[in-house]
T-cell receptor
Framework: SQTIHQWPATLVQPVGSPLSLECTVE??????LYWYRQAAGRGLQLLFY??????ISSEVPQNLSASRPQDRQFILSSKKLLLSDSGFYLC???????????FGDGTRLSIL | GENVEQHPSTLSVQEGDSAVIKCTYS??????FPWYKQELGKRPQLIID?????GEKKDQRIAVTLNKTAKHFSLHITETQPEDSAVYFC???????????????FGQGTILTVHP
């Protein structure tokens, strides 16, 4: 069966520091991968998605970037964090564009 | 782009009652509508989904209905239990259509509280 892993689970970073969040999927090949952010409150906002190695699409302009160096690895990065980058970051995968998305456990990021 | 509106934002019911959450969407090309349940501090979990070629789908106490003409879909939970308390999200997607790549647009969520 397929599983998705995200780490770290929680992270506290100072303003201006770099960021690297990692997501990996097991048990499937060539998944679609997605990064979402959930601000305190509720809604999920799509940040990036990828349909293959090296293929990244951004949904909103922001201080973040994403990379997919391997088939089942998706990384969310920032060179300099802002206070507004705080939130709950969720990675998701699907087997194909017409298949359901399944979420990882998320990373709770606090910026001080 | 797609816009999904979800109502109500909070819903409080007594154990055993039914709960209904409604969503409307704007993109007539959307054809896939999942519902997620998110407990406090945890990941959203898919509980049921429906595609545009059917009008209703049921899984035990949970059902979803879709009205493509009116562009709205609803989640129905019967015989609610305290463990149903969570935030529920609807979402819409064009699936594999065009350059959609399965992107989901989420509603803002409904906090459901089931009182024992």
């Amino acid at each position: 069966s397929q599983t998705i892993h995200q780490w770290p689970a929680t992270l506290v970073q100072p303003v201006g520091s770099p960021l690297s969040l990692e997501c990996t999927v097991e048990g499937t090949s060539n998944p679609n991968l997605y990064w979402y952010r959930q601000a305190a409150g509720r809604g999920l906002q799509l940040l990036f998605y990828s349909v293959g190695i090296g293929q990244i699409s951004s949904e909103v302009p922001q201080n973040l970037s994403a990379s997919r160096p391997q088939d089942r690895q998706f990384i969310l990065s920032s060179k300099k964090l802002l206070l507004s980058d705080s939130g709950f970051y969720l990675c998701a995968w699907s087997g194909a564009s017409n298949q359901p998305q399944h979420f990882g456990d998320g990373t709770r990021l606090s910026i001080l | 782009g797609e816009n999904v509106e979800q109502h109500p934002s909070t819903l409080s019911v007594q154990e055993g009652d039914s709960a209904v959450i409604k969503c409307t969407y704007s993109d007539s090309a959307s054809n896939y509508f999942p519902w997620y349940k998110q407990e406090l501090g945890k990941r959203p979990q898919l509980i049921i989904d429906i595609r545009s070629n059917v009008g209703e789908k049921k899984d035990q106490r949970i059902a979803v209905t879709l009205n493509k003409t009116a562009k709205h879909f609803s989640l129905h939970i019967t015989e609610t239990q305290p463990e149903d308390s969570a935030v529920y999200f609807c979402a819409a997607s064009r699936g594999a259509g065009g350059t959609s790549y399965g992107k989901l647009t989420f509603g803002q969520g409904t906090i459901l509280t089931v009182h024992p």
